[in-house]
């Protein structure tokens, strides 16, 4: 290999100068840095924790659809029975003069239970599904900082290591500039800055849930 140093004063060095080769590998590489910080323990727990926020959102929001489907059917039923128990206490007063209330037993075990379903929907929708929200984004928040962090530290010890083999390939008299930028370290560091700026956006939007929520109380 022929340089001219005065007219190239600097060297680029890649592996290939096949562009889409570098490509494949750069992703491929990534690929593996990402799945190498997603298996470590805080990520694993953090995700796990997320997880279990999401269900409980979601079980919650079964609930609130099980038991607005039950409160209409009780008051359809109740409406018609109510009516039943009217004409039935008033043909039992026009037959005999003796007022029958036992149709009206039906309408109050009705009405209780109507009165009681009202009361476990307010219960969830004003407190048990907001803190559900909060506690949900304030677990996916915490996950998507616990992966930025881990993408970082991945970055960095990669970094670490490629630094020391440079030093062992450069003397003294060499400066070689290095643009991590272009790199997995790069890369990964793109994803952590992405990952941090949606684990700020999600508390954010926690903090202002949290405030409406407890104005109301």
């Known amino acids: ?62 609930a609130e659809r099980s038991l607005n489907a039950h409160a209409k059917l009780v008051t359809e039923r109740t409406n018609v029975v109510r009516e039943g128990a009217l004409d039935s206490l008033i043909g039992s007063a026009a037959d005999t003069g003796k007022l029958d209330f036992k149709p009206l037993n039906e309408v109050l075990v009705l009405e209780h239970r109507g009165r009681y379903l009202t009361r476990a929907l307010e219960r969830l929708v004003e407190k048990q599904i907001p803190l559900a929200q909060v ?46 930028s272009k790199g997995v370290s790069g890369a990964l560091l793109a994803q952590a800055a992405e990952h941090r700026r949606r684990a700020l956006s999600i508390s954010e939007n926690a903090d202002r849930l949290e405030k409406t929520y407890m104005g109301r109380q």
């Open 1 to 62: 290999m022929s340089i001219d140093l005065a007219q190239t004063p600097t060297i680029q060095a890649v592996a290939t100068a096949d562009e889409s080769c570098l490509i494949a590998d750069l992703e491929q590489r990534v690929a593996a840095a990402v799945h190498l910080a997603e298996s470590r323990p805080e990520v694993i727990a953090a995700e796990e924790n997320e997880r279990t926020a999401a269900r409980r959102l979601a079980g919650l929001s079964r």
């Open 135 to 180: 506690a949900q984004m304030r677990e996916e928040s915490h996950a998507a900082m616990v992966r930025a962090k881990a993408l970082e530290q991945v970055a960095r010890e990669r970094a670490e290591k490629l630094l020391d083999q440079l030093c062992d390939a450069v003397s003294e008299e060499v400066v070689l500039p290095v643009d991590m």
